[in-house]
């Protein structure tokens, strides 16, 4: 089973700034790398796939970086909207595919 | 647009059985692969099971194998998910999930229904 391990935590980060967002796998992935957002009472939506490729509709703040084991996740300038919990999850070698245990980015 | 809507969530005592389903409208269901996704009250999210656009391939997380079984009705573009032997570690909001691009299982899930919520007490 590959594990997906998240960092950090919890990111606390002002409206405007920056955050970067960790998420290493226990062993390669390859390109094959997914990010989602969840907002507390939602379900997870999709930003990122193939490690770097926006979904429809995604803002463009929202960059995803990364291959083989190492992958970020950037949002360029935090909007108010943005402070949710992040997972990524890979889906190279299954099964199971599986899920990092997420970040949440709360307001500074 | 693209639409899944659980249902079939509900309270049952250890032991019992319960069966979820996702109904899916929008897309051509019988081309997509489709997930089972759950999160346990505030706690990340756990794969459960997917099943091939065909329905010939299903796979399992070690969790619920031999509990749960996967299965799709492409004529009714509806997935479910029976659950059996319910344990309190199964209870959770349970997603269905489409992969991203048809006619494959390597893929992302995108989009996710709303979530049913089962709830395992007795």
């Known amino acids: 089973e590959i594990v997906m391990t998240q960092s950090p935590a919890t990111l606390s980060v002002s409206p405007g700034e920056r955050a970067t967002l960790s998420c290493r796998a226990s062993?390669?992935?390859?390109?094959?790398l997914a990010w989602y957002q969840q907002k507390p009472g939602q379900a997870p939506r999709l930003l990122i796939y193939?490690?770097?490729t926006r979904a429809t509709g995604i803002p463009a703040r929202f960059s995803g970086s990364g291959s083989g084991t190492e992958f970020t996740l950037t949002i360029s300038s935090l909007q108010s909207e943005d402070f949710a919990v992040y997972y990524c999850q890979q889906y190279n070698k299954w099964p199971p595919y599986t899920f990092g245990q997420g970040t949440k980015l709360e307001i500074k | 647009q693209v639409q899944l809507v659980e249902s079939g969530g509900g309270v049952d005592q250890p032991g019992t059985s319960l069966r979820l389903s996702c109904a899916a409208s929008?897309?051509?269901?019988?081309?997509?692969?489709m997930h089972w996704v759950r999160q346990a009250p505030g706690k990340g999210l756990e794969w459960v099971a997917v099943i091939s656009y065909d329905g010939t391939n299903k796979y399992y997380a070690d969790s619920v194998k031999g509990r749960f079984t996967i299965s799709r009705d492409n004529s009714k573009n509806t997935l479910f998910l029976q659950m059996n032997s319910l344990r309190a570690e199964d209870m959770a909001v349970y997603y269905c999930a489409r992969v991203g691009t048809a006619r494959t299982m390597y893929n992302w899930f995108d989009p996710w229904g709303q979530g049913t919520l089962v709830t395992v007490s007795s």
């Open positions: 193939g490690a770097s």
């Open positions: 929008g897309f051509t269901f019988s081309s997509y692969a």
């Open positions: 062993q390669s992935v390859i390109s094959n």
